[in-house]
């Protein structure tokens, strides 16, 4: 190849300069520039009309300059003579800032981005009620589920001779037992349960849920209380769940305060344990400092997180106060508030972490009458979160019953109390006092 062949390969076809002839002479120009592309070696050497080429331009204005000569603002584009001193762009696209960083730079896009829609109103509305959807067949899953778990005592509130009529509102017989069932000879030392055999009450409530708006009723029945046991003769009310265990337990409460019980409840030390620890403890004010070693608790005055076996031991010790008993009602009365609240709370109900244990420690802990199912125990659950008025039954003085000093009640006041509760009204204040 020679230096001309060379020259001409090298060069561009639209730079405005003549490329040389293949018999090394150079091309005579005709005033017209090139257009781009065109070889020069088919340019005839003389121009005429018969012989003009088409491929050449009109000339631009005014004389054309030698190549070496050209200033800026006469440079060529493609054969044509622009005008201005600005740098040549690249073809592309003009919707965006020129440069690297632009859309028409070398590493922009090839094409500007479309914004993201939003989804529209429909699309979300069939999203929450898909949501909505699954949450509800979880709620009634974990109803069934629950319902299936709890464990009912047949015939604890089978009728009776002189049993007394149904009274309006719902009324629960709550009772915690002292049973060891369930605890290791570890858990007994720890918990300073002991080694007593058998199975005795260690509280017993009386709630009563209204029918309208007034408030739920808790009332402590003293286990220490003398009371007349069908057929076993006056004895201390404990007595009766040791003689023929929640049925004649029933029994004996419906006979001495005339009020229908419709749904029993039993909960063992270890339960309680187990619940209190299943919703990370509970909260309780405890208004005078407590070192009891038979129930293996020592406690600070003042608001403080218990946890279980903390708990239990709150509610067994007979420690403080002037009336051991009278006190021991109140703990049990402020601890039980205080479990349900936080256990019916969203903080607890809401998150799968708390309320399924809570679930499963709560339905192996207690005990309920076969007529007693999940929805009952909702109820109860919402009722106990709703604040009731708590009181004792008005007592005044000691008997002897079943060997030892008992508990006597004030016939008159707890009369006027079993009373206000059987026909489905508030407790007059004066017996809330006297409690």
Do not use: C
Request: zero cysteines.
């Amino acid at each position: 190849m020679s230096e001309d062949d060379r020259t001409r390969a090298m060069r561009s076809p639209g730079d405005g300069r003549p490329l040389p002839s293949r018999n090394d002479k150079p091309p005579a120009n005709d005033g017209g520039p090139l257009s781009g592309g065109a070889p020069a070696h088919q340019r005839p050497s003389a121009p005429g009309p018969e012989s003009a080429p088409t491929h050449l331009l009109p000339n631009a204005s005014g004389p054309a300059s030698p190549a070496g000569d050209a200033p800026r603002s006469a440079a060529r584009v493609y054969g044509r003579q622009r005008s201005g001193d600005s740098p040549v762009r690249p073809l592309g696209r003009r919707d965006g800032p020129p440069g690297p960083g632009g859309p028409s730079g070398p590493s922009g896009p090839s094409r500007s981005r479309s914004p993201r829609r939003l989804p529209s109103w429909s699309t979300i509305a069939k999203i929450v009620a898909a949501v909505v959807a699954l949450l509800l067949v979880v709620a009634v899953g974990l109803f069934f589920w629950i319902d299936s778990r709890l464990a009912g005592i047949d015939g604890v509130l089978d009728d009776y001779e002189g049993r007394p009529a149904d009274t309006p509102g719902t009324n629960w017989l709550l009772v915690g037992s002292d049973s060891r069932k369930g605890l290791s000879a570890a858990q007994r030392r720890k918990l300073a349960t002991g080694r007593a055999a058998g199975q005795r009450t260690d509280s017993m409530m009386l709630l009563h849920i209204p029918e309208g708006s007034d408030k739920p009723t808790l009332v402590s029945l003293p286990r220490d209380s003398a009371v007349t046991i069908p057929g076993k003769g006056r004895n201390k009310l404990n007595a009766a769940y040791a003689f023929g265990g929640p049925k004649l337990l029933a029994r004996t409460v419906e006979t001495v305060t005339g009020v229908h019980v419709d749904h029993y409840m039993e909960i063992g030390f270890a339960g309680f344990v187990g619940i209190v620890d299943a919703i990370g403890g509970v909260e309780i004010d405890v208004r005078a400092a407590v070192d009891d070693p038979k129930a293996g608790l020592k406690l600070k005055k003042g608001k403080q997180v218990l946890n279980g076996s903390q708990a239990l031991g709150y509610v067994r010790t007979r420690k403080g106060g002037a009336l051991p008993d009278f006190e021991r009602t109140k703990r049990q009365r402020q601890f039980l508030g205080a479990v349900v609240k936080k256990a019916a709370g969203p903080g607890v109900l809401l998150n799968p972490f708390t309320s399924i244990p809570l679930a499963m420690s709560a339905t192996d802990a207690v005990t309920v009458d076969s007529s007693t199912g999940a929805l009952d125990m909702l109820s109860l659950g919402l009722a106990m979160g709703d604040s009731p008025v708590t009181t004792v039954v008005p007592f005044g003085g000691n008997e002897i019953a079943g060997g030892g000093s008992a508990i006597k009640w004030d016939r008159t006041r707890a009369l006027a109390l079993f009373d206000a509760l059987k026909n489905d009204r508030p407790v007059p204040q004066e017996i809330l006092d006297a409690g």
